[in-house]
């Protein structure tokens, strides 16, 4: 952005810009060039500025990242922000940012910063970073119209944000600038956390301030009113004060002026180069100074590239009085060639050293140097490569500027453009480095090459890398020599794979890739196109083959003998070319040519029928179908012994050979070709059996049907024992004594089939008995009889009880009886008398049969039955064969025989006695012709009443106290009364009582008629 914003200005300019030539990269040098050798680490040591480390991690969408700005909290996190563009020397499109807590060691994914106007096609440019007291990062970046000017809505201004982790950035705060292009911002932050920015505009000077983190700005200010401004950059000291600087292209100097009241008021402008004029520039190496204060001394250092000398050196002026005066200008790059040295940086560490960096090119590409003051400028330490690979002189613009910062530590940190790779990206250095080990990349045989993180060069490679650190070796494989031999890799040192990651430990290490050597070797075989084969190491290959063997490795070729082409031709191996035998070893201590050559037999078969017959060829006998190898136009005799025996209950007859020759003749092979021998079979029936009178054993011709026989149905053993003929097994079939036929076509044996049976006899005293009969071994058989019970006569039977013997159980049907041997089962019965109950009245409760001798009772369900409306019967004893009162139980009856009880039973009636007054006795059941006495009361009080009895009513109708009622029935009674005197139902007692209370009520009147007249 600093570039593009200088470009509008050289259109106004020009005719300043013109005076800017001898700062060009084609410059011719003035001095003699003097290289500067790369600091190489030694193994395990602390180098300063080793290794450079990349931040940038790719993700960014766009190819190019520069001008980083960096800041270092009081906790040692450190903070980097950059441009993000597409071109080397485009403006900016974004800002990115990351951090590290391990020191610059490792980083943080990368990211975009936001926008106040994002998603509207707006640009970001020229970052910077700053530190507030409270140790929060701000980062200010400007926002600006793509098309290079102001209009909206992304207008030109400044964006802010901050954080304290560099995850979150939190809102972005904004400043619009004054209606130019706002350009090249600088902030700041003073004791008390007023946060100030400068920037130019349109090339004028503009400043202001923020209260609030930069939620709310002062107005913009121009200090001084001035113009042809670049590169401004303000700095708050330790005690408040201000200090601002730029370069003035106007002129051609460096320019400060600064404000001890917060901004208020500003000092005068005062030059800063000590040689009026001696700070030129053209795009895009401009003199843009840098600036820092000492946070002890207050002492201030202004830097810049300065054209004194013919060509941009960089230079330094310091002061101690706030920047009223300042020192003599001091060299501090310390080349003495007449190379370009410009776009320095610099930073003051807690112990008052003064740090600078700076793009230099002395070693004819760009490359980042460093130096250091110990007096306040004064003097410089000699010059130390920071950057460990070159940015292509080519580029002529690695961005505007980059950082270096002190720690809290006191160690030196720097950020840089570095364009080591294919574009642009943002490297990081700290001196002291970090602990390095050096490992070496080798390879056995030595002198092959080795790639190392992607680049390939001879082994052995030795590197110096950061202990910790992951790094990938590779190599390649094969590697030819010549046509017939090459190298390739067996294995890493380290037992890593052929491309691996390695992390570096804390001492020197070697890490070697062994490689084997291989000579080519071919085998081949002949004749070709046939389909033959060789083995190699049990490998088969049909044609010539190509191999690359192990140096000194033993390997395994073979010519398999015979090889079929078809059923009757096929090639047997003749030999090796290099006269091995058919199957042996070689060793590739050189390439190899091996050739195997075979030659051709054809096929004589001979085989007989049915197969398994012997025969011989040429004297030698076979038993079964061989196929014999010749070559063509030879003599052979074959032959067959006419009668052969072969398994056993078979037998063979020779009928003929397929040619029509004899048992034994010769043939003359002339080609392929087939005989036969011919043979009958006769088979052999074996007809056995466990008893006597088996026949049909013999020899039959194949395919004969025959039948095998037995002469016994049954075979008597032991008393109740027999064996009985089940049927034909084996190769037999059939339950007939005569088998089923049987097809004799191999040997054949039929078995009769006899089981053994045993006879269960059943016995039973009364009634009929079954099961009976003979069984097979093993199986279960069941005695039984008809009934449970048998009558013998009236009132008594015979009941059947349990089995007993060999059978057991209480069912009619015996458990199951296992026939293992003769069984015999026997029904076991008692003898049971019946009990007769005769009543006219209830339900007998205990009639039945009952065991002979045992003792049984008569019993009814009830001793009381009622038989109508005030009838009912009563038991009233037992008679015939039982004794006795009670209807529930008679006198125990001996069952000795047939035995019958006969029930008596009484009537009687319900007399009902009813009387309105008092109660009279006689209400109750009466025996049949029962005379029952009622005696009624002359008199009676009721209600407090006399009445008087005046007869009876019902079925019994007399005026009679005392009267006989004859129980023929159910009968009711009813007693009637009638009241007696004046005061008609009143008894005497109340009649009494009444007079007595009349009585008292006249005495008490009497005595209130005295008293009256006396008072008179």
């Given at each position: 952005?600093?570039?593009?914003?200088?470009?509008?200005?050289?259109?106004?300019?020009?005719?300043?810009?013109?005076?800017?030539?001898?700062?060009?990269?084609?410059?011719?040098?003035?001095?003699?060039?003097?290289?500067?050798?790369?600091?190489?680490?030694?193994?395990?040591?602390?180098?300063?500025?080793?290794?450079?480390?990349?931040?940038?991690?790719?993700?960014?969408?766009?190819?190019?990242?520069?001008?980083?700005?960096?800041?270092?909290?009081?906790?040692?996190?450190?903070?980097?922000?950059?441009?993000?563009?597409?071109?080397?020397?485009?403006?900016?499109?974004?800002?990115?940012?990351?951090?590290?807590?391990?020191?610059?060691?490792?980083?943080?994914?990368?990211?975009?910063?936001?926008?106040?106007?994002?998603?509207?096609?707006?640009?970001?440019?020229?970052?910077?970073?700053?530190?507030?007291?409270?140790?929060?990062?701000?980062?200010?970046?400007?926002?600006?119209?793509?098309?290079?000017?102001?209009?909206?809505?992304?207008?030109?201004?400044?964006?802010?944000?901050?954080?304290?982790?560099?995850?979150?950035?939190?809102?972005?705060?904004?400043?619009?600038?004054?209606?130019?292009?706002?350009?090249?911002?600088?902030?700041?932050?003073?004791?008390?956390?007023?946060?100030?920015?400068?920037?130019?505009?349109?090339?004028?000077?503009?400043?202001?301030?923020?209260?609030?983190?930069?939620?709310?700005?002062?107005?913009?200010?121009?200090?001084?009113?001035?113009?042809?401004?670049?590169?401004?950059?303000?700095?708050?000291?330790?005690?408040?004060?201000?200090?601002?600087?730029?370069?003035?292209?106007?002129?051609?100097?460096?320019?400060?002026?600064?404000?001890?009241?917060?901004?208020?008021?500003?000092?005068?402008?005062?030059?800063?180069?000590?040689?009026?004029?001696?700070?030129?520039?053209?795009?895009?190496?401009?003199?843009?100074?840098?600036?820092?204060?000492?946070?002890?001394?207050?002492?201030?250092?202004?830097?810049?590239?300065?054209?004194?000398?013919?060509?941009?050196?960089?230079?330094?002026?310091?002061?101690?009085?706030?920047?009223?005066?300042?020192?003599?200008?001091?060299?501090?790059?310390?080349?003495?060639?007449?190379?370009?040295?410009?776009?320095?940086?610099?930073?003051?560490?807690?112990?008052?050293?003064?740090?600078?960096?700076?793009?230099?090119?002395?070693?004819?590409?760009?490359?980042?140097?460093?130096?250091?003051?110990?007096?306040?400028?004064?003097?410089?330490?000699?010059?130390?490569?920071?950057?460990?690979?070159?940015?292509?002189?080519?580029?002529?613009?690695?961005?505007?500027?980059?950082?270096?910062?002190?720690?809290?530590?006191?160690?030196?940190?720097?950020?840089?453009?570095?364009?080591?790779?294919?574009?642009?990206?943002?490297?990081?250095?700290?001196?002291?480095?970090?602990?390095?080990?050096?490992?070496?990349?080798?390879?056995?045989?030595?002198?092959?090459?080795?790639?190392?993180?992607?680049?390939?060069?001879t082994g052995p490679v030795a590197t110096a890398w950061i202990v910790g650190s992951s790094h990938t070796v590779s190599v390649a494989s094969p590697i030819p020599l010549g046509t017939t031999a090459r190298y390739?890799?067996?294995?890493?040192?380290?037992?890593?794979?052929?491309?691996?990651?390695?992390?570096?430990?804390?001492?020197?290490?070697?890490?070697?890739?062994?490689?084997?050597?291989?000579?080519?070797?071919?085998?081949?075989?002949?004749?070709?196109?046939?389909?033959?084969?060789?083995?190699?190491?049990?490998?088969?290959?049909?044609?010539?083959?190509?191999?690359?063997?192990?140096?000194?490795?033993?390997?395994?070729?073979?010519?398999?003998?015979?090889?079929?082409?078809?059923?009757?031709?096929?090639?047997?191996?003749?030999?090796?070319?290099?006269?091995?035998?058919?199957?042996?070893?070689?060793?590739?201590?050189?390439?190899?040519?091996?050739?195997?050559?075979?030659?051709?037999?054809?096929?004589?078969?001979?085989?007989?029928?049915?197969?398994?017959?012997?025969?011989?060829?040429?004297?030698?006998?076979?038993?079964?179908?061989?196929?014999?190898?010749?070559?063509?136009?030879?003599?052979?005799?074959?032959?067959?012994?006419?009668?052969?025996?072969?398994?056993?209950?078979?037998?063979?007859?020779?009928?003929?050979?397929?040619?029509?020759?004899?048992?034994?003749?010769?043939?003359?092979?002339?080609?392929?070709?087939?005989?036969?021998?011919?043979?009958?079979?006769?088979?052999?029936?074996?007809?056995?059996?466990?008893?006597?009178?088996?026949?049909?054993?013999?020899?039959?011709?194949?395919?004969?049907?025959?039948?095998?026989?037995?002469?016994?149905?049954?075979?008597?053993?032991?008393?109740?024992?027999?064996?009985?003929?089940?049927?034909?097994?084996?190769?037999?079939t059939g339950t007939s004594l005569t088998s089923d036929p049987i097809l004799m076509d191999g040997p054949k044996t039929a078995i009769a089939q006899y089981g053994t049976q045993f006879y269960l006899d059943v016995?039973?005293?009364?009634?009929?008995?079954?099961?009976?009969?003979?069984?097979?071994?093993?199986?279960?058989?069941?005695?039984?009889?008809?009934?449970?019970?048998?009558?013998?006569?009236?009132?008594?039977?015979?009941?059947?009880?349990?089995?007993?013997?060999?059978?057991?159980?209480?069912?009619?049907?015996?458990?199951?009886?296992?026939?293992?041997?003769?069984?015999?089962?026997?029904?076991?019965?008692?003898?049971?008398?019946?009990?007769?109950?005769?009543?006219?009245?209830?339900?007998?409760?205990?009639?039945?049969?009952?065991?002979?001798?045992?003792?049984?009772?008569?019993?009814?369900?009830?001793?009381?039955?009622?038989?109508?409306?005030?009838?009912?019967?009563?038991?009233?004893?037992?008679?015939?064969?039982?004794?006795?009162?009670?209807?529930?139980?008679?006198?125990?009856?001996?069952?000795?025989?047939?035995?019958?009880?006969?029930?008596?039973?009484?009537?009687?009636?319900?007399?009902?006695?009813?009387?309105?007054?008092?109660?009279?006795?006689?209400?109750?059941?009466?025996?049949?012709?029962?005379?029952?006495?009622?005696?009624?009361?002359?008199?009676?009080?009721?209600?407090?009443?006399?009445?008087?009895?005046?007869?009876?009513?019902?079925?019994?109708?007399?005026?009679?106290?005392?009267?006989?009622?004859?129980?023929?029935?159910?009968?009711?009674?009813?007693?009637?009364?009638?009241?007696?005197?004046?005061?008609?139902?009143?008894?005497?007692?109340?009649?009494?009582?009444?007079?007595?209370?009349?009585?008292?009520?006249?005495?008490?009147?009497?005595?209130?008629?005295?008293?009256?007249?006396?008072?008179?």
């Open positions: 952005m600093r570039g593009f914003s200088y470009v509008l200005v050289v259109l106004v300019l020009a005719s300043v810009i013109a005076i800017s030539g001898p700062w060009s990269a084609t410059a011719a040098p003035s001095r003699s060039a003097s290289a500067v050798p790369i600091v190489q680490p030694r193994p395990n040591s602390i180098t300063p500025f080793f290794p450079n480390i990349k931040i940038t991690d790719g993700t960014s969408p766009f190819d190019y990242q520069v001008e980083p700005t960096m800041v270092v909290n009081h906790s040692g996190t450190v903070f980097v922000g950059w441009k993000e563009t597409n071109g080397p020397d485009a403006a900016g499109y974004r800002v990115g940012s990351s951090y590290s807590t391990d020191q610059g060691l490792t980083w943080a994914p990368n990211i975009l910063m936001n926008q106040t106007h994002p998603n509207q096609n707006c640009r970001d440019s020229d970052p910077w970073m700053a530190l507030d007291p409270n140790d929060r990062v701000h980062y200010a970046y400007l926002e600006y119209d793509p098309n290079g000017g102001s209009s909206p809505p992304c207008s030109s201004g400044l964006d802010v944000s901050n954080t304290t982790n560099g995850q979150d950035w939190g809102n972005v705060h904004y400043i619009v600038g004054q209606g130019g292009l706002v350009d090249k911002d600088s902030i700041a932050f003073d004791s008390a956390g007023r946060l100030y920015a400068t920037w130019d505009e349109g090339n004028i000077l503009a400043v202001t301030w923020s209260d609030d983190g930069g939620a709310t700005w002062a107005p913009v200010i121009n200090p001084g009113s001035q113009s042809a401004v670049l590169g401004a950059v303000i700095v708050a000291a330790p005690d408040g004060t201000v200090y601002l600087t730029w370069w003035d292209f106007g002129t051609n100097n460096i320019k400060f002026e600064s404000s001890a009241d917060r901004g208020q008021t500003w000092s005068a402008i005062v030059r800063v180069n000590d040689l009026a004029g001696s700070a030129p520039g053209g795009f895009p190496q401009y003199p843009l100074p840098a600036m820092n204060v000492d946070p002890n001394s207050g002492a201030i250092y202004i830097s810049w590239a300065d054209g004194r000398n013919g060509n941009p050196d960089i230079y330094l002026a310091s002061s101690t009085d706030g920047g009223k005066t300042w020192a003599a200008n001091q060299r501090i790059n310390d080349n003495t060639d007449s190379s370009m040295q410009y776009m320095v940086d610099l930073a003051v560490d807690g112990t008052g050293k003064v740090h600078a960096a700076w793009e230099d090119k002395r070693l004819g590409n760009w490359n980042i140097f460093y130096s250091n003051s110990t007096d306040g400028g004064q003097t410089w330490s000699p010059n130390v490569r920071v950057s460990d690979q070159d940015t292509p002189g080519t580029f002529d613009r690695p961005g505007d500027y980059f950082a270096i910062e002190a720690g809290p530590d006191n160690k030196t940190y720097v950020v840089w453009t570095d364009g080591r790779g294919t574009n642009f990206d943002i490297y990081y250095a700290r001196s002291p480095g970090f602990p390095t080990s050096t490992v070496t990349v080798t390879t056995n045989p030595a002198g092959l090459p080795v790639t190392v993180d992607g680049v390939t060069s390739v890799w067996s294995n890493w040192s380290d037992g890593g794979t052929i491309s691996h990651s390695i992390v570096v430990g804390v001492d020197d290490a070697t890490i070697t890739a062994s490689f084997t050597k291989q000579y080519q070797s071919s085998v081949s075989l002949g004749p070709v196109g046939l389909g033959l084969s060789v083995l190699v190491d049990s490998v088969p290959y049909t044609a010539t083959a190509s191999f690359w063997w192990d140096d000194g490795s033993v390997h395994q070729v073979e010519a398999p003998t015979p090889q079929n082409l078809s059923t009757d031709v096929r090639y047997i191996w003749f030999s090796w070319s290099d006269g091995g035998s058919a199957a042996h070893s070689v060793s590739a201590t050189a390439a190899l040519v091996l050739t195997a050559t075979f030659t051709e037999q054809e096929a004589m078969r001979v085989s007989t029928t049915p197969s398994g017959a012997t025969f011989a060829v040429d004297g030698t006998s076979y038993s079964s179908a061989t196929a014999f190898w010749f070559a063509r136009d030879s003599y052979h005799t074959i032959s067959v012994a006419t009668q052969q025996s072969s398994t056993p209950g078979t037998r063979y007859q020779f009928q003929q050979w397929s040619d029509g020759g004899a048992a034994a003749h010769v043939v003359h092979f002339t080609a392929a070709v087939s005989f036969e021998a011919t043979f009958s079979a006769e088979y052999y029936l074996n007809v056995t059996s466990p008893v006597s009178g088996a026949g049909g054993s013999g020899w039959y011709p194949a395919g004969a049907t025959v039948n095998a026989a037995v002469s016994n149905q049954y075979f008597a053993q032991n008393p109740g024992e027999r064996l009985a003929f089940q049927g034909w097994s084996g190769d037999a016995s039973s005293a009364y009634g009929s008995v079954s099961g009976a009969g003979w069984y097979d071994q093993g199986t279960s058989a069941h005695a039984g009889v008809a009934s449970q019970q048998v009558a013998v006569s009236p009132g008594t039977q015979e009941l059947f009880v349990v089995w007993s013997g060999d059978a057991t159980g209480t069912g009619v049907t015996s458990n199951g009886i296992v026939m293992d041997r003769p069984k015999v089962a026997t029904a076991q019965w008692r003898t049971e008398y019946s009990l007769t109950i005769q009543t006219p009245y209830g339900t007998a409760t205990t009639a039945g049969w009952y065991q002979a001798g045992s003792f049984a009772t008569a019993s009814l369900n009830a001793s009381v039955i009622g038989t109508g409306a005030g009838e009912r019967v009563v038991f009233k004893g037992w008679t015939g064969d039982a004794a006795g009162y009670a209807a529930l139980g008679s006198s125990p009856i001996l069952m000795s025989g047939p035995r019958t009880a006969h029930a008596e039973w009484s009537k009687e009636y319900f007399l009902q006695v009813i009387t309105d007054v008092g109660t009279i006795g006689g209400s109750g059941w009466y025996r049949e012709g029962t005379s029952v006495e009622l005696t009624a009361p002359a008199e009676a009080t009721s209600g407090g009443q006399t009445v008087r009895f005046s007869g009876w009513s019902g079925d019994v109708t007399s005026s009679d106290l005392v009267v006989t009622v004859t129980m023929t029935g159910p009968k009711e009674v009813k007693a009637t009364w009638t009241t007696t005197g004046a005061l008609g139902g009143l008894s005497g007692t109340l009649i009494g009582l009444i007079l007595l209370i009349v009585g008292i009520a006249l005495v008490v009147g009497l005595f209130v008629a005295r008293r009256r007249g006396r008072r008179e």
